[in-house]
C-alpha cells in the first residue's frame, strides 16, 4: 500500500503539483487526499526521501527536491564553476563548508610542491547552480599566492587573477565513484549515489602548482565533453 502512495505521490511531483521548495501539505490533508493512513503515508514519504525526490527537515517539514540542471562540460578549457554557469544562464552560488589558513596535508605537500611547514589556504564549498547542489569542491592554494583568502568571495580564480596568479593550464584526472553518506547529504542525492571523482592540479605559466582540487561531481548533472582527432592520420586503423 506505501509503495503506491508513494508512486501517486511521485506524479503529482512530476505533474508540478508540488512546485519546488514547497512543504508538503500537512499529514490529515495528504491523508485525506490519498485516502490512506497516516502510518502508510510516513512509509511512502520516507521511501521518497530515501530515493531522493523529497527532503525531509526536522521542524521545518518535508521539501519537494527539484532535479539538477544538467550541464555538458567541455575538457578542453580551463574555466572557472562560477564562469561556466554564467555562461549556461545559470546563476552560481556556494555554501561554504570550510575555509581558512591551515599546514598542508602529506597529499597537498607532494600535489602543490610545498614545504610541510608552509600555509596552504583550504576552501571547501558546495557549488550550486540556480540554487540546486552540482558539485562538493575541496580546493587547495599556497598562501604565497592567496594570502589568508580574505579575498576569496564566489570564484576562487577571480581572486587569484586579481592578484595576478591566474592559472593557465590544468591537469584533470576523472573516475567514477559511489558518494559516501556525508557527500550524498550535501549534494542531496541518495546514498552511494553515482558521481565523477575528479583531481586537478592548476599551473601557472611558469610551471608552478597554484591550485589542487578534489571534486565529486553529481552524475545525474554533469556529461564531460572532449574533443578528438586523428592527428595527421597516419597508422591510423579502426
Known sequence: ???AVAERLKAEIANGR?????VL???RELCAMFEVSRTTLRRAIE????????SRHHGAGTFVRRGAPHIDQPLSRLTSFTEDMRLRGFKASNVVIKRGLFLPTPEETMMLGVSPRDQV???????????APMALERAVVPAAFIGDGSEVGESLYAALEGRGWRP?????RLRATLLAPEEAALLQTPRRSAALEIHRIAYLGDGRCVEYTHSFYRADAYDFVAELSLGDGKGASA
Open 168 to 172: 593557465v593550464r590544468a591537469l584533470q
Open 47 to 54: 521511501s521518497l526521501a530515501e530515493e531522493g525526490a523529497l
Open 25 to 27: 501539505p500537512g499529514e
Open 18 to 22: 508540488f512546485a519546488h521548495a514547497d
Open 121 to 131: 589556504f583550504r576552501f571547501e564549498r558546495l557549488r550550486l547552480a540556480d540554487g
Open 1 to 3: 500500500m506505501a509503495d
